[in-house]
C-alpha cells in the first residue's frame, strides 16, 4: 500500500487560463507545454489502516496548507472511502512561487496514489485524474511536447513531439522566491468575471493553438516565438485588465524581458514565456543556451538561473 513517482513540472507555450467548469477544475481552452527534465518533484503515498487524518510532509516539514487539496487529489483517485495517507513530496526547486510546481506535485501525488492502491489505469486517465486537481498538472503525465485539448466533456491529451526530436532547452530566471499572492484558481475566476479581454483572449486560443502546433511540427523555432511570446503576453492582459488587477511581474521580470530581446537582435534563438509568477522562463535552442544564461544571470535583479531540457513523463519510481 506504498508507492513512489517523480514528475516534473511543464512550461505552457500556450496558456491555460480560466476555466469553464469549477467543480471539475475543466479549462475554458486547450494549451500546449513542454515537460521539462532536470526540476522534479518526488512523492510518496502510504496508505495506512489505523491513521485518523492525512499527514503531509513537504520537504522534510509538515505542512497543513497544501494538505487539503492533496488529500482532495487523493480522494480523486481513490474516493472519499479511502485509508488515510501519509504523504511526503520533495522537490528540488521553489514551490509556489510560478515554476509549474503545482503541476509536478499533483502529477507526481496522483500517480504514486493509483500505485499505492494498484490501480491500473491508463496515462489518458492518470492526466485526467491529475488535472482535476490542478489543470496544468495534466500535461505533466507526458513528456516532451504535449497539447492538452478541451473535449466534449472533458480533456484530452495529444504528446505532439517528443524530447529528442527537438530537444530545446529553457532557462529560467528567478527574480523573487516565495509563495505568490494569489493562487491561480482564484485568479482565474476574477479574470473570467472582470477582464474585458477574457472573452476575446478563450475565442482567439484556437488559432494560437494551431499556429504552435504547425510550428512544433516544422520545428520552426522562430514561429513558435512569435506564437508563444504573443500568447504569454495576451494571457497577462487579461490579467492586468481585472479588477482588482493582478501583476506577477516585479522590475526584473521586465529587465529580464529586454534582455531576451537583446539576444534575439544579436541573433540568437530565443523566446520568453511567464507564468502565474514574476520568473522569466527563457526557451531557446542548445547552441543559445550558454549566451542565454549568461545574459540572464547578469539581469540585475536576477537571484538565481536554473537551465534545464525537455523531460519525460510522470512515473513510479522504486522511492524517495
Ligand atoms: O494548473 P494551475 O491551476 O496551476 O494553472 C496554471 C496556469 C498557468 O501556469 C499560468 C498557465 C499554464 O498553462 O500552465
Redesign the pocket.
Same mark, same amino acid.
Given at each position: 500500500m506504498q508507492a513512489t513517482a517523480i514528475a516534473q513540472p511543464?512550461? /505552457?507555450l500556450?496558456?491555460?487560463?480560466g476555466k469553464r467548469d469549477i467543480d471539475r477544475?475543466l479549462?475554458a481552452v486547450g &494549451?500546449i &507545454?513542454i515537460t521539462l527534465s532536470d526540476l522534479q518533484t518526488k512523492v510518496s503515498v502510504e496508505l495506512r489502516d489505523g491513521l485518523s487524518d492525512d499527514i503531509l510532509l513537504v520537504n522534510g516539514d509538515e505542512n497543513q496548507a497544501m494538505l487539503p487539496r492533496m488529500s482532495a487529489c487523493l480522494d480523486k483517485v481513490l474516493g472519499q472511502s479511502r485509508l488515510r495517507a501519509s504523504m511526503q513530496s520533495h522537490s528540488n526547486f521553489p514551490i509556489a512561487a510560478?515554476l509549474?510546481s503545482? /503541476?509536478s506535485a499533483?502529477a507526481a501525488t496522483t500517480v504514486a496514489a493509483a500505485g499505492a492502491a494498484n490501480l491500473s489505469l491508463g496515462t489518458q486517465d492518470l492526466a485526467r485524474l491529475a #488535472?482535476a486537481s490542478? #489543470?496544468? /498538472?495534466a500535461?505533466s503525465l507526458y513528456g516532451g511536447f504535449v497539447e492538452?485539448k478541451n473535449a466534449d466533456d472533458n480533456i484530452t491529451l495529444t504528446p505532439l513531439c517528443d524530447v529528442d526530436s527537438w530537444p530545446l532547452q529553457v532557462v529560467v530566471a528567478i527574480t523573487q522566491t516565495g509563495p505568490k499572492a494569489t #493562487?491561480?484558481?482564484e485568479a482565474?475566476e476574477i479574470s473570467r468575471e472582470t477582464s474585458p479581454f477574457y472573452d476575446n483572449w478563450v475565442a482567439q486560443q484556437e488559432y494560437d493553438l494551431e499556429v504552435a502546433r504547425a510550428a512544433i511540427d516544422r520545428r520552426d523555432f522562430a514561429q513558435l516565438a512569435t506564437i508563444a511570446e504573443h500568447n504569454c503576453l495576451k494571457?497577462h492582459s487579461v490579467m492586468w485588465a481585472s479588477r482588482p488587477p493582478m501583476v506577477f511581474w516585479n522590475a526584473a521580470t521586465m529587465r529580464c524581458l529586454q534582455t531576451v530581446r537583446r539576444l534575439q537582435g544579436e541573433g540568437h534563438q530565443v523566446f520568453f514565456t511567464i507564468?502565474?509568477?514574476p520568473q522569466v522562463k527563457a526557451v531557446c535552442l542548445p547552441a543559445d543556451v550558454d549566451a542565454v544564461s549568461q545574459a540572464l544571470a547578469e539581469t540585475s535583479g536576477v537571484q538565481e538561473i536554473m537551465t534545464t531540457g525537455l523531460g519525460s513523463a510522470a512515473r513510479l519510481v522504486e522511492s524517495l
Open positions: 511543464n512550461i /505552457a500556450i496558456k491555460y487560463w477544475n479549462p &494549451s &507545454s510560478g509549474a503545482s /503541476a499533483f #488535472g490542478s #489543470g496544468s /498538472a500535461r492538452l #493562487g491561480s484558481t482565474m494571457m507564468d502565474a509568477g
